[in-house]
């Protein structure tokens, strides 16, 4: 990784690049964007969310350590431009996000259509106490996924597309729980076989994206 990472930064000052564009920057540490840059930079332009997702590490004893240059010049004072407005979230959501951005707006939503869920509310809350378990690296909670496959069924039965709905979860191992499940039940004939189109995601693979259930 780090002599690909040389390559890169030799071609780019090879070729004189002197703006350079980081998208998500709050996710990629510090070392690793300063490695890449090209000594020919004069312009370094960041886009990311500093209060979302830091930098990953896989060695526990330098997790703390594994830090964006974007979170360390925000936390340094260095002034930034932040946006203020959203158009991809309901309000019901954006609201629960208030206090992590008591500034933002949410866009008129009107003209966009949502599928009919049968679920009085837009935003659902199903408590229950179920443990997660390992049974490897990653734990998993097979009553929560059982709980998960059922939702994503009567969804499918009161005619949302299996297009629209994504299932998300902190570990991959509730992942792989789920699909197993899933594909259990449409071998058993018990469900279609749409739902395994069924988007299953953790929740980092699918950050920044969207769907109309999830």
Known sequence: KQWYQRRVREALSNAGVVTVVCEEASQ???????????TSTLHLIMIGDHQQLPPFCNIPSLADKSKSLMSRMISSKYPYTSLTE????????????RTTYPDLATRNLDGRTLPNTYIRSPVLWWNHDDNYEYKGISPSNEPEAEKVCALARFLLLHGVEEKCITIITGYQGQVTAIHDILKTRVAQ???PGKVLSIQIRTIDSYQGRENDVV
Request: charged share 30%; hydrophobic share 45%; glycine share 0%.
């Open 28 to 38: 990629v540490s510090e070392r690793e964007l300063l490695v890449c840059l090209p």
């Open 189 to 191: 004939k018990k469900d």
């Open 86 to 97: 959203q158009f991809r979230m309901i309000p019901q959501i954006a609201e629960l996000l």
